[in-house]
């Protein structure tokens, strides 16, 4: 079965950077793009960025350009997202979902089960 | 950008409720949204696709229908599961979410 295996909670320090993991199994990883999904306790989602982890390509959300990175280890299955400069406002859960992409439409219809990251001083 | 607005924020019902949710879309989008589920401490799961195509596994209770611009999702009889928030989707926008409380 399909699953999305995230890493574990992380508590940084103001300016910091976080590198969170999304392990995936279940499927060949080359064949779906993999997006990033915040949500800030109380709030809704808000997206990041996606990956194609074939070719690598990337596109961010203009409110994180600059700051986030997203990179895969096609060897191992795994699709990375790396959120630098962190303030107080980064503290969010963090998902990764894979993309089912029909015509025209774009969906995520796997998640991963979160990662809190927590930016206190 | 698209935007997506949903109405209402938040409501309270009772078991066996038929509920409906609208999202609206600030300029057509075909048929191109999704419904989420989302419980408190869990991750959003895929309900409905392309407005209206039930996700397999998901209870034949949750319908949608629209396009263009107006999207309704339907649970025809609320469920204690169903409790939970709901979240329109339209390729990397989000609309704010629906809370469905118990009455």
């Known amino acids: 079965q399909v699953q999305l295996v995230q890493s574990g909670a992380e508590v940084k320090e103001p300016g910091a950077s976080v590198k969170v993991s999304c392990k995936a199994s279940?499927?060949?990883?080359?064949?779906?793009?993999i997006n990033w999904v915040r949500q800030v306790t109380g709030q809704g989602l808000e997206w990041m960025g996606w990956?194609?982890?074939?070719?690598?390509?990337?596109g961010y959300a203009q409110k994180f350009q600059g700051r986030v990175t997203i990179t895969r280890n096609t060897s191992i299955s795994t699709a990375y997202m790396e959120l630098s400069s962190l303030r107080s406002e980064d503290t969010a859960v963090y998902y990764c979902?894979?993309?089912?992409?029909?015509?025209?439409?774009?969906?995520?219809?796997?998640w991963g089960q979160g990662t809190l990251v927590t930016v206190s001083s | 950008a698209i935007q997506l607005t949903q109405s209402p924020s938040s409501l309270s019902a009772s078991v066996g409720d038929r509920v409906t949710i609208t999202c609206r879309a600030s300029q057509g989008i075909n048929s191109a949204l999704a419904w989420y589920q989302q419980i408190p401490g869990k991750a959003p799961n895929l309900l409905i696709y392309?407005?209206?195509n039930l996700q397999s596994g998901v209870p034949s209770r949750f319908s949608g229908s629209g396009s263009g611009t107006d999207f309704t999702l339907t649970i025809s009889s609320l469920q204690p599961e169903d409790f939970a928030t709901y979240y329109c989707?339209?390729?990397?926008?989000f609309g704010p979410g629906t809370t469905v409380d118990i009455k």
């Open positions: 990956m194609n982890p074939n070719s690598g390509n990337t």
């Open positions: 392309d407005a209206s």
């Open positions: 979902a894979r993309v089912l992409k029909l015509s025209g439409s774009y969906y995520f219809d796997y």
């Open positions: 989707q339209q390729k990397f926008t």
């Open positions: 279940g499927y060949t990883f080359n064949n779906y793009d």
